[in-house]
């Protein structure tokens, strides 16, 4: 985070850590010979998605000495993982989004600080299609959310 004056700063969050979904499983009762087939004979597709590389660059305003309003623009992969009966896949997808929030900020000694944070985030979904069929597809609507961050750090 870059101090710009007494009253704005810009800076960039990178989450390097992922967040996965739950897999989801779907079983299709088929007419012929599936490609993989469960022990019912029916064919199996699972599907799951990770987001990864959650990049935030924010610009952070003080409304008087110790809370602050802050407005970021948001990137993040979308990795799908899936299993499918008729070996398709579907890619993988940047998703973009933003956020705002309204904090607090403490200073301490020796140049360290206490932030609160409250959030909320907003970001687009996408449409993947399937390699095998461009019939099949699978949706990610949009994502949004609310969250709380407590922080420390040391101003240099």
């Known amino acids: 985070?870059?101090?710009a004056s007494d009253q704005v700063s810009f800076g960039v969050n990178y989450v390097p850590h992922s967040s996965d979904s739950e897999e989801t499983?779907?079983?299709q009762n088929i007419g012929g010979t599936a490609v993989t087939t469960n022990k019912d004979g029916k064919?199996?597709?699972?599907?799951?998605v990770?987001?990864?590389?959650?990049v935030t660059v924010y610009a952070l305003a003080n409304l008087n000495e110790n809370v602050y309003a802050k407005v970021g623009f948001m990137q993040v992969d979308l990795i799908t993982e899936e299993n499918l009966g008729?070996?398709?896949?579907?890619?993988?997808?940047t998703l973009?989004?933003?956020?705002?929030g309204l904090g607090y900020n403490m200073d301490l000694?020796?140049?360290m600080f206490v932030r609160a944070e409250v959030s909320h985030i907003d970001i687009d979904g996408t449409t993947l299609v399937n390699t095998n069929d461009s019939t099949k597809s699978v949706t990610a609507d949009g994502i949004t959310g609310y969250g709380a961050r407590l922080s420390v750090g040391k101003s240099f």
């Open 96 to 100: 973009e989004g933003f956020t705002v």
């Open 1 to 3: 985070e870059i101090q």
């Open 25 to 27: 499983e779907n079983i």
């Open 86 to 93: 008729t070996g398709g896949a579907y890619g993988n997808d």
């Open 43 to 48: 064919q199996t597709n699972k599907v799951k």
């Open 109 to 111: 000694a020796d140049g």
């Open 50 to 54: 990770s987001f990864e590389d959650l």
